[in-house]
Antibody, heavy 124, light 109 residues
Framework: QLQLLESGPGLVKPSETLSLTCTVS??????????WAWIRQPPGKGLEWIGS???????FHNPSLKSRVTISLDTSKNQFSLRLTSVTAADTAVYYC????????????????WGQGTPVTVSS | EIVLTQSPGTLSLSPGERATLSCRAS????????LAWYQQKPGQAPRLLIY???IRATGIPDRFSGSGSGTDFTLTISRLEPEDFAVYYC?????????FGQGTRLEIK
C-alpha cells in the first residue's frame, strides 16, 4: 500500500528557507509513470499546487511561486524534497505531498494518495 | 491558466437529501474531461473521489457521481450520509498550473 509522509520544521523565520521531505513507502519513486508533488493549504483556505518532480529529475511548478521553489529527489532514500526560499507569513500553510500520473504514460494528473500533511508557520 | 470557480460556496442540506455541486472552468479543459473531485474533512488530507470527470476512484461509494465536460462539471451525491458533510474541491489537470477550485462547504442543515 502506497503511503507518503511529510517531515520538516514546523516553524521557519521570515526571509529564510523552508525545507520539507516526503518519505514514500510501498512504491519506488524511481519506477516511472508517476510524478511526486507538493501542495499546500493556508489556514482556512483552499489548495494550491506547488510543483512536481519526475524520477528523471524533471520538474515543473506553479508560476505563482516564481523562482522560489526547488523540488528534488533522493532515490536512495525513496524521498523527495521541497525547498521554498525567502518565505513570508503568506507561506504559512499545511504542506502535503502526493502522487500524480504522467500523461505520457496515459495516466492523469490527479492527486492520489496524499500524505497526512505537515503544518508550517512562518514567524519570527 | 485555467481558473476554476465552484458554486455554491456553502450548501446546507439534511442527511438523505441530494447534493449538487458545480465547478466551472474559465476556459475549455484539455480533452474535455480532465477534471477531478476531492473530499476534505477537518484535520485530514483531501481524498480523491472522482477523476476523468465521471470515474469513481477505488473504494468510493456509488452515491457519488460526476458529470460534465468542457467548462461545466457537476459532482452529485445522491443521498447524503452523515459522513459526507465536508469540503469538496475540483481540480483540473488539462493544463499547467494544476489548479483547484476554491471549494464548496457541505454542511448539515
Amino acid at each position: 500500500q502506497l503511503q507518503l509522509l511529510e517531515s520538516g520544521p514546523g516553524l521557519v523565520k521570515p526571509s529564510e528557507t523552508l525545507s520539507l521531505t516526503c518519505t514514500v513507502s510501498g512504491a519506488s519513486i524511481s519506477s516511472g509513470s508517476y510524478f511526486w508533488a507538493w501542495i499546500r493549504q493556508p489556514p482556512g483556505k483552499g489548495l494550491e499546487w506547488i510543483g512536481s518532480v519526475y524520477y528523471s529529475g524533471f520538474t515543473f511548478h506553479n508560476p505563482s511561486l516564481k523562482s522560489r521553489v526547488t523540488i528534488s529527489l533522493d532515490t536512495s532514500k525513496n524521498q523527495f524534497s521541497l525547498r521554498l526560499t525567502s518565505v513570508t507569513a503568506a507561506d504559512t500553510a499545511v504542506y502535503y505531498c502526493a502522487r500524480h500520473g504522467d500523461p505520457t504514460a496515459n495516466l492523469g494528473r490527479w492527486f492520489a494518495p496524499w500524505g497526512q500533511g505537515t503544518p508550517v508557520t512562518v514567524s519570527s | 491558466e485555467i481558473v476554476l470557480t465552484q458554486s455554491p460556496g456553502t450548501l446546507s442540506l439534511s442527511p438523505g437529501e441530494r447534493a449538487t455541486l458545480s465547478c466551472r472552468a474559465s476556459q475549455r479543459i484539455s480533452s474535455s474531461t480532465y477534471l477531478a473531485w476531492y473530499q476534505q474533512k477537518p484535520g485530514q488530507a483531501p481524498r480523491l473521489l472522482i477523476y476523468g470527470a465521471s470515474i469513481r476512484a477505488t473504494g468510493i461509494p456509488d452515491r457519488f457521481s460526476g458529470s460534465g465536460s468542457g467548462t461545466d462539471f457537476t459532482l452529485t451525491i445522491s443521498r447524503l450520509e452523515p459522513e459526507d458533510f465536508a469540503v469538496y474541491y475540483c481540480q483540473q489537470y488539462g493544463g499547467s498550473p494544476l489548479n483547484f477550485g476554491q471549494g464548496t462547504r457541505l454542511e448539515i442543515k
